[in-house]
């Protein structure tokens, strides 16, 4: 393992560009994957730049593929990269990257949605939640077809202060769909704004750096793509369980053109919902005809606050599923139906 405390100027020998490597070891992207590749070895120096300062910094990439944004990150004079993929078919080619920078790259094979890396790093890179960010960043070139789960899993963790985050407030810096990015940014009353601007915003400070044009990808997405920085905030701006809150804005935005306390209502029996509703509202102070977009992170707070208490007062409250509550409806429609048939 690399000591930050014996670090020089490193940079990586010549090496075969990465468009050679995919050719070497006759690498191709699977669609079935979201696998696009980045070969401009100027958009990966600069998606490593914008990162910040990395150096003497032990970074965590996820999905480093054929190893363009890898080698971006070993010359940015890392103390140590970890990276973790799940494809096979890549692990020769950053073999030979782990080669040409001795005990700078460690290579996991394996899944970044189950694998821990509590443990990956030294101890003494680990810092206060309330001091500055720790010597770690994550950074990836995340398949689209995973961004979107492992971002919300990687907030639960900011949350928890568990999982990448055990080491402190550990900064992330990531490719998202545009779309998708433009939603993690999205201020109160966007077209944009949903579900994960919230998640995110009340976690972290998120910033979208700049967009990378679908052609610069090799096979091109339909698609651009945006690099998106997140920096956990030391005080969340909602002091209520994860899942709590993510279960009070899902619902908000269930019906996200339609006035607020519709979405909002879905958290009640249908039995107790109007009058719940209104009491969810009226105690949290949110005019109930405003639309999901249109509400701040100040009233998602006092939505949550509200809804927490609500629970408290009736346990069975937060299990409730709406969904559930209609499949036992058609279940019952359907068991009367036939009763009916019987008979006849």
């Not at 140590?80 to 996991?108: C, H, N, W, Y």
């Not at 990836?140 to 963790?157: A, Y």
Request: charged share 25%; net charge positive.
């Amino acid at each position: 393992m690399a000591s930050s405390g014996m670090l020089g100027t490193f940079r990586l020998p010549p090496l075969p560009t990465i468009r050679e490597i995919i050719k070497l070891f006759g690498l191709r992207a699977v669609k079935q994957l979201s696998q696009n590749f980045l070969l401009d070895l100027r958009l990966t120096d600069k998606i490593v730049r914008k990162a910040g300062n990395l150096a003497g910094v032990y970074v965590y990439e996820v999905g480093p593929g054929p190893g363009g944004i890898t080698r971006s990150i070993l010359n940015a004079n890392i103390a140590e990269l970890l990276v973790v993929e799940k494809d096979t078919r890549f692990i020769p080619g950053l073999q030979m990257l782990s080669d040409a920078a001795p005990g700078r790259l460690r290579i996991v094979h394996g899944d970044v949605l189950t694998y821990k890396i509590e443990k990956a790093f030294p101890n003494h890179v680990r810092r206060q939640w309330e001091d500055d960010p720790p010597n770690v960043h994550i950074i990836g070139n995340l398949p689209f077809s995973v961004s979107t789960p492992l971002i919300i899993k990687w907030l639960e963790n900011v949350s928890l202060k568990n999982g990448p985050f055990t080491y402190g407030r550990t900064k992330m810096t990531l490719t998202f769909q545009k779309e998708v990015a433009e939603r993690l940014v999205a201020t109160t009353g966007s077209k944009q704004r949903s579900r994960l601007s919230i998640m995110a915003q009340y976690l972290c400070n998120v910033e979208h750096l700049f967009t990378i044009p679908g052609k610069a990808f090799v096979p091109k997405p339909e698609v651009d793509v945006g690099v998106v920085h997140f920096t956990p905030l030391i005080q969340p701006k909602i002091e209520q369980p994860f899942k709590l809150v993510e279960k009070v804005v899902q619902y908000a935005f269930q019906f996200r053109r339609k006035y607020c306390h519709q979405g909002l209502g879905m958290l009640f029996p249908k039995a107790q919902r109007l009058e719940n509703t209104g009491k969810l509202l009226q105690l949290a102070d949110i005019d109930p005809t405003l639309r999901p977009i249109h509400l701040s992170l100040m009233h998602f707070k006092s939505l949550c606050d509200v809804y927490r208490k609500m629970c408290d007062e009736d346990p069975q409250l937060f299990t409730y599923n709406f969904r559930e509550e209609l499949k036992q409806k058609r279940r019952k429609g359907q068991e009367k139906g036939d009763d009916t048939a019987e008979e006849c």
